[in-house]
């Protein structure tokens, strides 16, 4: 079977010119160079996405520290034991570096036998000891730390591995503990993580503790962009109607595709709660079972093809799990791309696992946090010979008027498009915005078509090296303060995270009728920034607004025009930095309220339209409606704030009575203020 009928959301094309695989004279590819250009840095943070060469920058990192900035000690932190082999010996020297990464074997407390307080009286026998790495789990650092104090870690350097498990909230203890390291200013802290987000919506770092940090950015778009071989990313979903995924699940599975697939969770909606009898129907729907590999523990099953595939079990909770995990772990399973074909798992195969030939990573049911998401597609973007094409697919079950749950499965389907929001605001280039003025002209480095730069048309500059877009926007406001150009700068996926997690904006963005844009793009958009920045003023919050809301929306917009039937002209591997030309080529000034004018669901709710039943798609959003939030009296102040703006640009108030929506919307966030200030005077 080839024809699949997921409908992407997104679909991302490549050029595949090999350049993050490229190493330079030291054995340092393109996001190791950059990091390892930082490494004086004493607080330094990574972002970077899976299978990019985060271990082994680090490694390169902490060899300077230890060698030349008279650190004595490097503990590295992983979130799981699985993870700490990705830091095992590694002979630098052959490829050009000054030193090579060696471990002592005991001190890989990831391979180490015993439970954690066996391994914590470990660390403190290597902070005694000569040796100068150590490399442990998230767990083992903390309790560590709770035991012997924050100052035995003083000259040391600091690695927390997948750093988005840390967080702000102060019932997070490596978050806190990373707080009071910081307080104290006596170790060394690299932060590594391919998502700088969590899927609770909680800061990962308090802005104060972020504020030491330096950067490093290596997107999504430069990795694959570089790769050698994959040229194209698919993120989808598909609803199923029939109350079991295993009934359908061979519309999305396509056994000449090397997949993981992940099968629910036993407390979700789509979960059948029979793990086991959930794999034996996969395997049903894939062929005929005809034996177990005794080697490999792998399943073989004939295919209705005729083709004899091989099925790694990671449900099975017995002894046979084992074997077939360790057999996953082989050098042929790297190096054979017929090693395995279809890989089932439940909590494993997710963050750290390391598939170069996985195609496609199937998920069933919608995972409650956006990074495991980020993780999951992770698996698939591994780049390998004769892997031109990858897609993540969101199995889901259609919601159901019958069923009592339906507002637990609308929200399932939320979930899932904010998912795929993030995702396309991911894997884009990055964006460079600036003002339109009568001064603008062209950035070096970037190309600005066969015209070149026009200093009175729209521009659009593209720079394929770095995979950034300048965009000139007529009436953008420009941060002032260092956090708020830096925001702008690195942190607006952050802000768009937050803003599609953001239930109610979701909600009415998708299904309300009678929503006007700037209600979300403003109104929303704008108390989302305030409470993730409080401490920055009006005007540099006004700025992370406009640009987090411009860069959402213009990937909308050229996903759009991408899309549409006239593009014929495009190159595959061109077809989104074309769809941002042309819809800037299309509007006679891109200015900042024009693009405050765009739904920023709108784009969504079409593919979802595709995606979904009629009926069911009636049904979600007589679900939503039903619930329609009236105005808040904290709503009704941001339009009044609004509102002013408008009168000290257009010299009067805006009118109930107004053709244009947005003035009525903010005419009605006064006429509420007044009303309560008169219900206020009568009590």
């Not at 840390?166 to 932060?191: C, M, Q, Y």
């Not at 950035?443 to 877009?469: A, H, I, K, L, W």
């Amino acid at each position: 079977m080839t024809d699949h009928k997921s409908i992407p959301s997104v679909s991302v094309n490549y050029a595949s010119n090999g350049s993050s695989k490229k190493s330079n004279e030291l054995g340092m590819r393109v996001m190791q160079e950059r990091a390892y250009e930082k490494r004086g840095e004493q607080y330094l943070l990574i972002k970077s996405p899976p299978a990019s060469g985060k271990s082994r920058a680090l490694m390169f990192i902490a060899l300077d520290k230890l060698h030349n900035q008279n650190v004595r000690k490097a503990i590295i932190a992983v979130p799981e034991k699985s993870i700490g082999s990705s830091f095992n010996d590694e002979p630098l020297k052959d490829f050009g570096f000054h030193w090579n990464w060696e471990v002592v074997p005991k001190w890989n407390l990831c391979n180490a036998p015993g439970e954690d307080g066996g391994k914590v009286n470990s660390v403190k026998a290597f902070l005694d000891s000569d040796d100068q790495v150590l490399v442990c789990t998230h767990a083992t650092f903390r309790f560590a730390v709770d035991r012997f104090g924050i100052s035995e870690f003083d000259d040391c350097l600091v690695a927390i591995d997948e750093f988005h498990h840390v967080s702000a909230n102060p019932d997070n203890k490596l978050g806190a503990h990373l707080g009071e390291f910081i307080a104290r200013d006596k170790v060394h802290i690299v932060a590594m993580t391919g998502s700088y987000f969590r899927g609770d919506a909680e800061a990962v770092l308090s802005p104060e503790d972020e504020s030491n940090f330096e950067t490093v950015t290596y997107t999504y778009y430069e990795q694959l962009n570089g790769y050698e071989y994959l040229k194209a990313l698919d993120i989808g979903y598909y609803f199923y109607s029939s109350g079991d995924y295993t009934n359908e699940i061979c519309e999305v599975l396509d056994p000449t595709e090397k997949t993981i697939v992940h099968i629910p969770h036993p407390a979700s909606r789509e979960s059948q709660k029979d793990k086991y009898s959930e794999v034996e129907r996969i395997f049903q729907a894939l062929g005929e079972w005809e034996g177990t590999d005794d080697t490999t523990g792998f399943q073989l099953i004939r295919t209705s093809q005729g083709a004899l595939i091989r099925v790694a079990d990671l449900v099975d909770d017995d002894a046979k799990r084992d074997k077939v995990s360790a057999a996953l772990k082989s050098p042929e399973a790297k190096s054979n791309r017929d090693y395995v074909d279809v890989i089932i798992a439940l909590g494993m195969a997710k963050e750290g696992f390391d598939w170069v030939w996985c195609e496609h990573a199937l998920t069933v049911g919608y995972r409650s946090s956006l990074t495991e998401i980020i993780q999951i597609i992770g698996r698939a973007t591994r780049d390998a010979e004769g892997k031109t094409r990858a897609r993540f697919t969101n199995l889901i079950a259609e919601p159901d008027a019958s069923e009592e749950a339906v507002t637990d499965a609308v929200n399932d389907t939320l979930k899932a498009i904010a998912a795929s929001l993030l995702m396309e605001q991911v894997l884009t280039p990055k964006f460079n915005f600036t003002p339109k003025t009568p001064t603008s002209g062209p950035q070096e480095g970037f190309d600005y078509g066969e015209s070149g730069y026009d200093p009175n048309g729209n521009n659009v500059g593209v720079n394929e090296t770095t995979g950034e877009f300048h965009v000139e926007v007529k009436g953008l406001t420009e941060p002032q303060s260092d956090q708020a150009k830096r925001i702008c700068q690195e942190d607006l996926n952050e802000v768009v995270t937050a803003f599609v997690q953001d239930k109610s904006s979701l909600e009415r963005g998708l299904f309300d009728d009678e929503m006007v844009p700037e209600e979300l793009t403003q109104i929303r958009m704008g108390k989302i920034v305030k409470d993730k920045y409080p401490d920055l003023d009006e005007e540099d919050l006004e700025a992370i607004r406009q640009h987090a809301i411009a860069a959402m929306n213009i990937t909308q917009q050229a996903k759009d025009f991408a899309n549409r039937d006239d593009e014929g002209s495009s190159s595959p591997n061109t077809a989104f930095i074309d769809g941002v030309k042309k819809f800037a080529m299309d509007v006679q000034e891109l200015d900042i309220d024009l693009i405050d004018r765009i739904n920023p669901f709108s784009e969504a709710y079409a593919i979802l339209a595709k995606s979904m039943g009629e009926d069911s798609l009636k049904q979600v959003a007589a679900v939503i409606n039903a619930k329609k939030a009236t105005l808040t009296e904290e709503d009704a102040r941001e339009l009044a704030k609004r509102a002013i703006q408008f009168k000290h640009e257009r010299n009067r108030l805006p009118e109930l009575t107004a053709a244009d929506p947005w003035e009525r919307r903010m005419a009605e966030g006064i006429a509420f203020l007044q009303r309560k200030v008169m219900e206020e005077a009568n009590v």
